[in-house]
């Protein structure tokens, strides 16, 4: 089991950063891959970037790449996402989570409570 704790999230102004923070505790956890994801009111659930525990894996979006990055600090046991050059469209709800590969694809079985990003113009 997985427990997530995220932080960062307010009201800044275009062109401005932000770091999200998510706190990750359980007895398995560098078992798991964690993701970064956004809602925006009205549109689907979008997935931003993975990384794992250990070794060099990591992912992000095309939406999102080279103003977003994820990394992670083990002995903190925490994940960020490290956002610069927000626009008011990266306004939305953001997620950490913790999943892995299946057979099918990758499936995340914890979730964050969501932190709230708001990006104005």
């Known amino acids: 089991q997985v427990q997530l704790v995220e932080s960062g999230g307010g009201l800044v102004q275009a062109g401005g950063s932000l770091r999200l923070s998510c706190a990750a505790s359980?007895?398995?956890?560098?078992?798991?891959?964690m993701g970064w994801f956004r809602q925006a009111p009205g549109k689907e659930r979008e997935s931003l970037a993975r990384?794992?525990?250990?070794?060099?894996?990591?992912y992000s979006s095309d939406s999102v790449k080279g103003r977003f990055t994820i990394s992670r600090d083990n002995a903190k046991n925490t994940v960020y996402l490290q956002m610069n050059s927000l626009r008011p469209e990266d306004t939305a709800v953001y997620y950490c989570?913790?999943?892995?590969?299946?057979?099918?694809?990758?499936?995340?079985?914890?979730w964050g409570q969501g932190t709230q990003v708001t990006v104005s113009s």
């Open positions: 989570a913790a999943g892995g590969r299946t057979f099918w694809g990758y499936q995340y079985d914890y």
């Open positions: 359980g007895r398995t956890l560098s078992r798991y891959t």
């Open positions: 990384i794992t525990w250990s070794g060099d894996s990591t």
